[in-house]
């Protein structure tokens, strides 16, 4: 059975930094691509970063130049590294892989139980 499991949220100004971690377990997820969505109160969940298998990356336009996705393919672990936070970055953050992962998360088969991040203005 395949496990992700999210850690690193928490409560930071604005301006502030936060590290998530997402472990998995249970399977090899080689050549596979992971990615992080978020899901703010009454919206849909949205892409923020995905990295491939080759370490290509794509994050979305509203986290460009202040989130870093990165991952350690030898024991399948994934990080984003959240700098410059903002009140509208405030979500539940899910990482998810699949080995045919997108910007879409119907694309996705494996998910983490998600982490709350809260940016205080």
């Known amino acids: 059975q395949v496990l992700l499991v999210e850690s690193g949220g928490g409560l930071v100004q604005a301006g502030g930094s936060l590290r998530l971690s997402c472990a998995a377990s249970?399977?090899?997820?080689?050549?596979?691509?992971w990615a992080w969505f978020r899901q703010a109160p009454g919206k849909e969940r949205e892409f923020v970063a995905l990295?491939?298998?080759?370490?290509?990356?794509n994050y979305a336009d509203s986290v460009k130049d202040r989130f870093t996705i990165s991952r350690n393919k030898f024991n399948y672990t994934m990080a984003l590294q959240m700098n410059n936070l903002k009140s509208e970055d405030t979500a539940i953050y899910y990482c998810?892989?699949?080995?045919?992962?997108?910007?879409?998360?119907?694309?996705?088969?494996?998910w983490g139980q998600g982490t709350q991040v809260t940016v205080s203005s």
């Open positions: 249970g399977r090899t997820f080689s050549a596979y691509t």
């Open positions: 990295i491939e298998w080759n370490g290509n990356t």
């Open positions: 998810a892989t699949d080995k045919y992962g997108t910007t879409s998360y119907g694309s996705y088969d494996y």
